[in-house]
């Protein structure tokens, strides 16, 4: 009696065991054809972009005084950038209300001076003329940090927020002119030879 009561037990046993195994192979069999797909797909994204960078045409190297003007705006352009990251998370802090309007001032205030020194520098600079349009556009870009500055402080005096959007406005668009210039003098903001 025993060994029918035993016999279908072990069947069951036995069953769950081949679904147990018939499902790990399924899983590797679906572990395999994803792998199988993702190395298949990566094989043509390979390719594609070689295909599309060959179109491209190369960017003309540098002359010696768009190397040289690059690399002097450079000395400026590292600390524009800090000051203007700076400014960003002061009115960051502001609105997540860490500081309050006058905290504000105290921390952008001095920002306007920054700003307006970094333009006089600029200005200073001899651009050639085939990078006339850039420096132009780099002043016009310091000239909206100084006066995202300038608005942002007006803070202190009456607590409206329209002063922060609207010197976020002018710090985006002077953001906006950084990336552009830097694509054209320090592609990938590396500082130039």
């Avoid at 390719?47 to 005084?65: C, F, G, H, K, W």
């Avoid at 600079?125 to 300038?150: D, F, K, M, T, W």
């Amino acid at each position: 009696m025993s060994a029918l009561v035993d016999s279908p037990r072990s069947d069951a046993r036995f069953g769950l065991k081949q679904l147990a195994i018939g499902a790990l192979l399924v899983l590797l069999g679906a572990v395999s054809a994803f792998a199988l797909m993702r190395e298949t797909r990566g094989v043509r994204n390979d390719v594609a972009p070689t295909a599309a960078v060959s179109q491209v045409p190369e960017r003309p190297a540098m002359t010696a005084a768009e190397e040289a003007y690059a690399h002097a705006l450079w000395g400026v352009h590292s600390g524009v950038r800090t000051e203007a990251v700076r400014m960003t998370f002061a009115g960051l802090s502001y609105k997540m209300g860490e500081i309050k309007p006058a905290e504000i001032k105290k921390r952008v205030a001095p920002l306007t001076a920054v700003f307006g020194q970094a333009a006089s520098k600029v200005e200073a600079l001899q651009p050639p003329a085939s990078l006339n349009a850039v420096h132009g556009r780099y002043l016009e870009a310091l000239r909206l940090y100084r006066e995202s500055a300038v608005e942002m402080v007006k803070i202190a005096a009456d607590s409206r927020e329209e002063h922060l959007l609207k010197a976020q406005g002018m710090s985006e668009d002077a953001s906006g002119i950084l990336l552009e210039v830097g694509e054209q003098l320090w592609p990938g903001e590396h500082k130039p030879n």
